[in-house]
């Protein structure tokens, strides 16, 4: 069971935009801390999307943006592309001293 | 380029140690970042380990603390894990991975390419 709850799949067609939901608690995203976002594609490693809650790494597309309200964050993807799927993990630090990552969220492009 | 590579055995016994290596290239342990392992499920859930600077210090997951090792070689550009008494349930891609920034800001950058590691009699 993972601290950081997220959707185990969302789906959209190319060319439309999707939402992930990352749900913490106080101990977590809603005690302050930065909100990360990996992209694992299958075959390759995962990769940090957004840094920070709100930005993106060099080389990640304007597509993706990450926000955050309270002890909850979200990642919004626009523009759906084949490339785009994969597994989508949310990440951030806990008050027991520990890393802390979502479930994952698996992305279908229609 | 930096680049992480995990090596070590694919099969452990249960009740043995697993052991794993990072080979990091392009880049000097020295740098100031902190060293990670984090371990994939088959389910595909995440878990963290636990990290080392390069000057040997250390921190674990509270979880996995009482059977866990990571060190670190400088000369070698390498830090390994050691996960004592493992058991079935420790079955998982092993990765190692860059975090640059250190808690509570935790991030990693950069990944290896992760390894499979069945622990089976």
């Known amino acids: 069971q993972s601290v950081l709850t997220q959707p185990p799949s969302v789906s959209g067609a190319p060319g439309q935009g999707v939402t992930i939901s990352c749900t913490g608690g106080?101990?977590?995203?809603?005690?302050?801390?930065?909100v990360n976002w990996y992209q694992h594609v299958p075959g390759a490693s995962p990769r940090l999307l957004i840094s920070r809650t709100y930005n993106r790494p060099s080389g990640v597309p304007d597509r993706f943006s990450g926000s955050k309200s309270g002890a909850s964050a979200s990642l919004a993807i626009t523009g759906l592309q084949a490339e785009d799927e994969g597994d989508y993990y949310c990440?951030?630090?806990?008050?027991?001293?520990?890393?802390?990552f979502g479930g994952g969220t698996t992305l279908t492009v229609l | 380029q930096v680049q992480l590579q995990e090596s070590g055995p694919g099969l452990v016994r249960p009740s043995q140690t697993l052991s794993l290596t990072c080979t990091v290239s392009g880049a000097s342990l020295r740098s100031g970042n902190f060293w990670t392992w984090i371990r994939q499920f088959p389910g595909k859930g995440l878990e963290w380990i636990g990290y080392t600077y390069h000057t040997g210090t250390t921190f674990y997951n509270p979880s996995l603390k009482s059977r866990i090792i990571i060190s670190v070689d400088v000369s070698k550009n390498q830090f390994s894990l050691n996960l004592s008494s493992v058991t079935a349930a420790d079955t998982a891609v092993y990765y190692c991975?860059?975090?640059?920034?250190?808690?509570?800001?935790?991030?990693?950058?950069?990944w290896g390419q992760g390894t499979l590691v069945t622990v089976s009699s």
């Open positions: 991975a860059r975090d640059v920034y250190g808690p509570p800001g935790n991030r990693f950058d950069l």
């Open positions: 106080t101990s977590n995203i809603g005690a302050g801390n930065d």
């Open positions: 990440q951030s630090y806990d008050r027991s001293l520990t890393v802390v």
